[in-house]
């Protein structure tokens, strides 16, 4: 009888594993993991937002004042970022929240390209307009 139990259990786990594996990583080595309050502060005293989603995501919607580079294209580049910031600017990535690792990506490599002060936004858009915060 106890076998019949493991077996539920076994799939609960392996489920829950492999959701958790879908998910963008809470921390990026180098980078400040930020929520939105956080971010609304942020974005009204002026910092550089970096929308990183697809092109078609980003003129659906995005953050007030946010720049565009989409981080699964061959433009995703340090030549690129440094157009819309300077390595010594504070940046804030975001994407299409915790299901989407765009943001951690962008982060990852800002931080290891040499940016020092990388701000990653892990709940992203759909957070943002959970909180009743703009977007154009």
């Not at 392996?14 to 980078?31: E, F, I």
């Not at 010594?88 to 020092?116: L, M, R, T």
Request: glycine share 8%; hydrophobic share 45%.
């Amino acid at each position: 009888m106890k076998s019949y139990l493991l077996l539920p259990l076994a799939f609960l786990f392996l489920a829950t594993s492999a959701l958790a594996a879908d998910l963008a990583p809470v921390k990026v080595a180098g980078a400040s993991t930020i929520g939105t309050i956080t971010a609304k502060m942020l974005l009204d005293k002026g910092f550089i937002f970096v929308d990183v989603r697809r092109t078609e995501d980003f003129n659906n919607g995005h953050i007030p004042g946010a720049r565009h580079l989409a981080v699964n294209s061959e433009n995703f580049t340090a030549k690129n970022l440094s157009v819309i910031v300077k390595k010594d600017q504070a940046v804030v990535f975001y994407c299409n929240g915790v299901s989407c690792k765009g943001s951690s990506i962008a982060s990852e490599k800002a931080v290891a390209w040499g940016w020092s002060k990388v701000l990653y936004y892990r709940e992203g858009l759909p957070q943002w307009k959970e909180a009743g915060l703009a977007v154009e």
